[in-house]
Each structure stands twice: as structure tokens, then as C-alpha cells.
């Protein structure tokens, strides 16, 4: 079976930076599509930034050039590199991840549990 697990979220002062990191684990074969998103209560759980295998990044308006996206070598741990940090990035953040477990079977979409940022003096 698949996990998608995040670590590094926390409580950080506006202006400051934070790194979280999601690793994915169990039977893979192939990992096509890693991302962030975050939702507060009440609202909508929203893109922040995606990688495919291919290489190409998405970073939403909001916090492009703050927010940098990454997938290591292995190719099975995304993480985010949060700056300038906001009040307004406060969210539970939780990654997604689309991945193939067998070469005869369809790729399916996961999701993590989420870790909590809290962005406050």
C-alpha cells in the first residue's frame, strides 16, 4: 500500500521561513505527478505548487516567488521551501501525489494527512 507522509510544519513568525517535505513509501513503480495544497476551515483545499517527472513546476500567483518546489533524486519526496511567510499562509498543507504501483495498472491519485502551518507573532 501507498503512504504519502509530511513533516516540518510548525509555528514560525510572519517573515520568517519554513521547509516542509512529503515522502511517499510502499509498492511503487512510478511517481508522474508530486504537489501542495493547503486548506483552512471552511474553505476549499487549493493548489499551491506542483512538480510532474518531467521536471516542470507550478506555483500559484499567490505565492510565487516566496514558495520554491523541489523532488529529490529519487524522485519520492517533494518538499516546499516557504518564505516571507504570511499570516494569510496559515493552513493545514497536504500533499498529493498521482503514482503507479504496478507497471500493469493505472497510475491513482494519494493524499497525506496533512501537516499544520501557523504563521503568528
Same mark, same amino acid.
Given at each position: 500500500?501507498?503512504?504519502?507522509?509530511?513533516?516540518?510544519?510548525?509555528?514560525?513568525?510572519?517573515?520568517? +521561513?519554513?521547509?516542509?517535505?512529503?515522502?511517499?513509501?510502499?509498492?511503487? $513503480?512510478?511517481?508522474?505527478?508530486?504537489? %501542495?495544497?493547503?486548506?483552512?476551515?471552511?474553505? *476549499?483545499?487549493?493548489?499551491?505548487? *506542483?512538480?510532474?517527472?518531467?521536471?516542470?513546476?507550478?506555483?500559484?500567483? +499567490?505565492?510565487?516567488?516566496? $514558495? $520554491?518546489?523541489?523532488?529529490?533524486? +529519487?524522485?519520492?519526496?517533494?518538499?516546499?521551501?516557504?518564505?516571507?511567510?504570511?499570516?494569510?499562509?496559515?493552513?493545514?498543507? $497536504?500533499?498529493?501525489?498521482?503514482?503507479?504501483?504496478?507497471?500493469?495498472?493505472?497510475?491513482?491519485?494519494? %493524499?497525506?494527512?496533512?501537516?499544520?502551518?501557523?504563521?503568528? +507573532?
Amino acid at each position: 500500500q501507498v503512504q504519502l507522509v509530511e513533516s516540518g510544519g510548525g509555528l514560525v513568525q510572519p517573515g520568517g +521561513s519554513l521547509k516542509i517535505s512529503c515522502t511517499a513509501s510502499g509498492t511503487i $513503480f512510478r511517481i508522474y505527478y508530486m504537489a %501542495w495544497y493547503r486548506q483552512t476551515p471552511g474553505k *476549499a483545499r487549493d493548489l499551491v505548487a *506542483a512538480t510532474t517527472i518531467g521536471g516542470s513546476t507550478n506555483i500559484v500567483d +499567490s505565492v510565487k516567488g516566496r $514558495f $520554491f518546489i523541489s523532488r529529490d533524486d +529519487s524522485g519520492n519526496t517533494v518538499s516546499l521551501e516557504m518564505n516571507n511567510l504570511k499570516p494569510e499562509d496559515t493552513a493545514v498543507y $497536504f500533499c498529493h501525489a498521482q503514482i503507479q504501483q504496478m507497471a500493469t495498472e493505472a497510475p491513482k491519485n494519494y %493524499w497525506g494527512q496533512g501537516t499544520p502551518v501557523t504563521v503568528s +507573532s
